[in-house]
């Protein structure tokens, strides 16, 4: 039942090149960078990756992209990252675009022990008829496109058969955990963090705040200890380490929107904060 790693590395040391991992977060929310640091470090190269987005450029998984680690991406958006949208449009690496609630319904069902299941989402589109470009080649052209999915009709409606989703390796990042491997979220980091658990065969979190056993009432747990083979507990440095996705700041004077009352800059600082 004890499953505390020593460090981070020495969670991630058996990641082998060409693994697969499901990594959670949304933007910067939930995102288990010290556990991403690690595995750069490592050095694993050739990696499957599954996650909503691939981090933004030189965080996150936007590390382990801008050095060429991952060759394929399984996820709902590429966003703002610009290195991700080169190397995808100029051929270095696969991506397989998937609606974001089909994403997240993957990941659950592969944790579920469900193989595939029906929805409506992407009837009608490439998602389902097939020609989304997976990789592109240099030349621009399309050298691997997504192949047409079933569809079948239930209660009048079309519906696309989406296959669930396991990976070798899972990555995430929790708010309290315990020795056993039971973890709370906090918030918006309560994300793609209980599925991306879920899906990984050997799943590895990284928590803000380490507690004994008990110390999470039963009612508390968003993922069970049986999902979690690896806790690895972060320093009041790590845990407090949180970014800013978009720093958006209004202008001096500014009536609140809720108040209508004025305030300075730097009291209605707004942004996309890692959770």
Same mark, same amino acid.
């Given at each position: 039942?004890?499953?505390?790693?020593?460090?981070?590395?020495? !969670? +991630? #040391?058996?990641? @082998?090149?060409?693994?697969?991992?499901?990594? %959670?977060?949304?933007?910067?929310?939930g995102v288990p960078d010290v556990l991403i640091q690690a595995l750069f470090a490592r050095g694993s190269s050739g990696l499957s990756v599954v996650s909503?987005?691939?981090?933004?450029?030189?965080?996150?998984?936007?590390?382990?992209?801008?050095?060429?680690?991952?060759?394929?991406?399984?996820?709902?958006?590429?966003?703002?990252?610009?290195?991700?949208?080169?190397?995808?449009?100029?051929?270095?690496?696969?991506?397989?675009?998937?609606?974001?609630?089909?994403?997240?319904?993957?990941?659950?069902?592969?944790?579920?022990?469900?193989?595939?299941?029906f929805t409506p989402a992407g009837v009608g589109t490439l998602v389902a008829d097939g020609g989304l470009p997976w990789r592109y080649a240099p030349d621009g052209s399309v !050298? +691997? #496109?997504?192949? @047409?999915k079933e569809v079948r009709t239930y209660d %009048?409606?079309?519906?696309?058969?989406?296959?669930a989703i396991t990976t070798d390796f899972a990555l995430v990042r929790a708010a309290r955990g315990d020795r056993h491997g039971n973890l709370v979220f906090n918030k918006a980091a309560r994300n793609f963090n209980p599925l991306a658990a879920m899906a990984g065969r050997v799943t590895i979190a990284e928590v803000e705040e380490l507690v004994e056993p008990g110390g999470i009432g039963p009612d508390e747990v968003h993922v069970p200890g049986?999902?979690?083979?690896?806790?690895?507990?972060?320093?009041?440095?790590?845990?407090?380490?949180?970014?800013?996705?978009?720093?958006?700041?209004?202008?001096?004077?500014?009536?609140?929107?809720?108040?209508?009352?004025?305030?300075?800059?730097?009291?209605?600082?707004?942004?996309?904060?890692?959770?």
């Open positions: 039942m004890e499953k505390l790693a020593a460090t981070a590395g020495e !969670a +991630v #040391a058996d990641i @082998p090149d060409g693994a697969s991992l499901a990594v %959670g977060g949304f933007g910067l929310s909503n987005n691939c981090g933004v450029d030189g965080g996150g998984l936007g590390r382990l992209l801008a050095a060429g680690r991952i060759a394929r991406v399984t996820g709902s958006y590429v966003g703002e990252n610009k290195e991700f949208a080169r190397r995808y449009l100029g051929g270095e690496l696969e991506l397989e675009l998937t609606p974001q609630g089909t994403l997240a319904e993957r990941l659950r069902a592969g944790g579920c022990g469900i193989p595939a299941f !050298a +691997v #496109a997504s192949p @047409p %009048g409606r079309d519906h696309v058969l989406e296959h049986v999902f979690v083979q690896r806790v690895v507990a972060l320093t009041p440095a790590q845990a407090a380490d949180k970014g800013i996705e978009r720093r958006t700041l209004a202008a001096s004077g500014t009536a609140h929107p809720a108040s209508g009352t004025a305030h300075p800059a730097s009291a209605t600082t707004q942004g996309t904060v890692r959770g």
